[in-house]
C-alpha cells in the first residue's frame, strides 16, 4: 500500500479483554516496529521485526504483550488480560531495511486503546 | 544516540517569528538523529534527518537543523512560523546505532498564535 495501515483506528475495551492490533505496512519493507505512545509520555519502543530473523522483544513491558508478523508483512500486536496502564496509543512503522538509517521509517497513524 | 532530551516541552511563538525547539543527545558513536512532527489526530511525519553527512540538514517545510557534537544538540529552527506549524514535535536519536530502535525525546507542544 501507499502507507502503513493501522486497524482499528480506535479501540475501547473492558479490562481483562485481550485485543488484537493490526499493522499493514508498505509493501516490500522488511523492518516493522511497533512503539506506545502514552499520555503525556514520549514513544516507547515494543518490538522490531527484521526479515525472517527472530524479533526483538525487549520492549514488551509485561508477558501480556506478544506480537507476530505473518509471511513478513501483517504484523498483530496482542495484549491480553488487558490493564487500564495499556490505555495508550499504539503506533506501527516500516522501514525498506532495519537499521539502515538513511532509509527512514514510515509510521502509521495509530490505534488509539481505550481500558475501562 | 542512547538518550535524546527535549529541553521544552512547550513552545509559544506568534505567526510570522522564528521557531527555535531545543534537543539535546547523548551517544557513545556517531548518532544519526531525527525530527519528527505529529499533527493533532495524525501520524508522525519525517522533517528532516541527520546521518553524519552534511552537519546542517534541511528538512520539509522550511524547517532545518543543525548538528553539533561540541555541544551535543540538534536544535529545530525556522525563520518563520505558520499557522500551520502548531503540532507536537519529537527529536529521535537511533537506540543501538543499528538495529532500528528509535529514542524518542518527550516531546514540544509548538504553539502558533495569530
Known amino acids: ?52 530473523s527472530a524479533p526483538d522483544k525487549s520492549g514488551l513491558p509485561s508477558d501480556r504483550f506478544s506480537a507476530e508478523r505473518t509471511g513478513g508483512s501483517v504484523s498483530t500486536l496482542t495484549i491480553q488480560r488487558t490493564q487500564q496502564e495499556d490505555s495508550a496509543v499504539y503506533l506501527c512503522a516500516s522501514s525498506l531495511k532495519g537499521g539502515a538509517f538513511n532509509y527512514g521509517y514510515t509510521f502509521g497513524s495509530g490505534t488509539r486503546l481505550t481500558v475501562v | 544516540a542512547q538518550s535524546v532530551t527535549q529541553l521544552d516541552s512547550h513552545v509559544s511563538v506568534s505567526e510570522g517569528t522564528p521557531v527555535l525547539l531545543r534537543c539535546n543527545y547523548s551517544s557513545s558513536y556517531s548518532p544519526s538523529l531525527f525530527w519528527y512532527v505529529q499533527h493533532p489526530n495524525k501520524g508522525l511525519q519525517l522533517l528532516l534527518k541527520y546521518t553524519s553527512a552534511a552537519t546542517l540538514v534541511k528538512g520539509i517545510n522550511g524547517f532545518e537543523a543543525e548538528f553539533k557534537k561540541s555541544e551535543t544538540s ?41
Open chain 1, 1 to 52: 500500500g501507499a502507507g502503513v495501515s493501522q486497524s482499528p483506528s480506535n479501540k475501547v475495551t473492558e479490562k481483562g479483554k485481550d485485543v488484537e492490533l493490526r499493522c499493514d505496512p508498505i509493501s516490500g519493507h522488511t523492518a516493522l516496529y511497533w512503539y506506545r505512545q502514552s499520555l503525556g509520555q514520549g514513544l516507547e519502543f515494543l518490538i522490531y521485526f527484521q526479515g525472517n
Open chain 2, 74 to 114: 540538534f536544535h529545530l529552527t525556522k525563520p518563520s512560523a505558520h499557522m500551520s506549524d502548531a503540532a507536537e514535535y519529537f527529536c529521535v536519536g537511533d537506540g543501538s546505532g543499528n538495529t532500528g530502535k528509535l529514542i524518542f525525546g518527550q516531546g514540544t507542544t509548538l504553539q502558533v498564535k495569530p
